[in-house]
């Protein structure tokens, strides 16, 4: 009776480890196609969390030594076309934005208790990383899809 307790027990681990992989969201699920072309000015007037984070999101469009120091790639390190910026609100706590690359235009993303991981050509982004080994009650991780046509993130997980 003990080898088919462990061969039922495996096989049950092995399907519980696949449906959990297989319910988290991926990069790859959400590929989409870089842009290769000149990138239009930045367009701050007129947009208010362009106009009151200016230096932040700039700097991250423009790729500054300094914020690639401490955030990684600035400018086309998003979804294809975008610029994703962040910046520090306080104790656990980061703002975003994102930069159309084509247009130049500012939209408002999600905020975060810790940080954000993306890629330049998926338009998956991760909000408080899996991993994070802190006591923060507020850092449990959130998967958010970038929407082409509104140009919002839709939070899916």
Same mark, same amino acid.
């Given at each position: 009776? &003990?080898?088919?307790?462990?061969?039922? +027990? +495996?096989l049950f681990l092995i399907s519980v480890v696949k449906v959990s992989f297989a319910q988290t969201? /991926? %990069?790859?699920?959400y590929k989409t !196609?870089? %842009?290769?072309? *000149?990138?239009a000015k930045l367009k701050i007037k007129g947009n208010a969390l362009a106009e009151r984070y200016k230096t932040a999101i700039s700097n991250s469009y423009n790729d500054d030594p300094y914020?690639?120091?401490?955030?990684? !790639?600035?400018?086309?390190?998003?979804?294809?076309?975008y610029c994703f910026a962040y910046w520090g609100c306080g104790s656990d706590c980061q703002q975003s934005a994102i930069v159309d690359l084509q247009t130049g &235009?500012?939209?408002d993303g999600p905020t975060a208790a810790r940080q954000f991981e993306? *890629? *330049?050509? /998926? *338009?998956?982004l991760i909000v408080n990383r899996p991993g994070d080994k802190s006591?923060?009650?507020?850092?449990?991780?959130?998967?958010?899809i970038l929407n082409e046509q509104t140009k919002h993130f839709? !939070?899916? !997980?």
């Open positions: 009776m &003990k080898p088919y307790f462990k061969v039922i +027990t +495996t969201p /991926s %990069f790859g699920n !196609k870089i %842009f290769i072309g *000149r990138a914020i690639r120091k401490f955030h990684g !790639k600035g400018g086309l390190n998003f979804a294809g076309h &235009k500012v939209y993306y *890629r *330049r050509w /998926s *338009r998956l006591d923060c009650a507020v850092c449990q991780p959130e998967y958010w839709v !939070k899916i !997980k």
